[in-house]
């Protein structure tokens, strides 16, 4: 059965004023000065006649925990006249966007909620939602995929594990003018660093601009991957601006390019959505003394390595983000840290043959790449950072090389593995649900 899709699309800029503190680095001093580029909320309802279908907000931020995550999903499902259970809240990951959306992620972190900060923003989200059924109209969609090297990698070695492709929802009115874009890729967006303190977007953002100039002016809402352990580290020739538009340039006209290619696959509704639910045991944390010791070491061999190289060179990156992560593990075990067991929403949105497998994790891109694969689905996209924020899944290599993940995270090393198995059944019971 086929059904002719609607789509209703908005941007909306939900950009605070200065003097607030940014999220998303330990070592950042200082509060936001100003703004560089807007940071954003796309939204994207793509639905038919008779369903529903699905909604999602697409944010410029960090992360957007179980607060966040249910006061937008409930103003913008009561503002469209929709179920909230159709309503996917995302965010990219920059880490020049502010921390006091979602104050505190992580039991060794600080931070703190801004009440004023979360309200504003999610009056303009709702603004936006109100908007939408009045611009619902028809549209044609197509799927594209392509890939990249030129934009992120492995962050521990450049032939490390990385998925370097993209997928792309173009869609398009009836006469043939570009509407909207939903697209997805895999890396963190921290080409700017803790010396930053203007809000921006970082490559996403980037992205979405070049794509306006050399498309049409879309609506471009942006997807973020299994970026657990993928960046512009290896890549990226600098941390400023400019950078940022050199690396979002990429990724804008690979897509570009994509569009223009004559391989597209032509999709039709409905718009289907299945939420699940997986219960994941919080990982046992070291004593005291022994996560010391760890941070002891730790910080010996990133000084040892600051000493022979320049601060911005990776083998001190990796060093330094080794200390940080076990100088949390270390506020982990003298602090309060969670117990029992995790609720981790999963949901699966499919058009046609396209899938969007949606978590609240970083996923390691070697459990997004095992999930790719043995998905029933024709193409199936693999999405991070949606609808919570639990943090770092590593891989068991992660776990096994100490890296910064394996130490912050709140889960142990068979986690990522019970994750892609509980995908896997949940994508191949839709896959067989009827239309």
Known sequence: MTAAL????????ITPGPGHPLGGYLARDGVATGTHDDLEASLIWLSTEDDPGVLWVALDALAVDAGLT?????AVAAAVGIDPARVLVCASHTHSGPEGWTGPLHPGLPGRRDAGLVGRMAETVTGAALRLRACRGRVRASWHAGATEAVGGNRYRPDGPHDTSFGVLELRRDDGT?????????????VLGPDNLTWSADWPGATRRELAALIGQPVAAFLQGAAGDASSRFVRRGRDHAEVRTLGGHLATSIARTLAAASATAETGPVRVSRSALFLPYREVPSLEDSLELRQSAEREWQSELAHHGEDHPAVRIAQTRYEGCAMLAAMAATDRPTGCAEVPVSVVTLGEIAWLHTPFELFASLGLRIRRGSPFRHTRVIGYTDGYLGYLPDAEGHRGGVYESYVTLFGPDAGDVLVEHCLRLLKTHHGRPT
């Open 6 to 13: 609607l789509l209703a699309a908005q941007d909306v800029r």
């Open 70 to 74: 249910r006061t937008l999903t409930d």
């Open 178 to 190: 570009p509407a909207a874009l939903l697209f997805d890729y895999a890396s963190h967006p921290t």
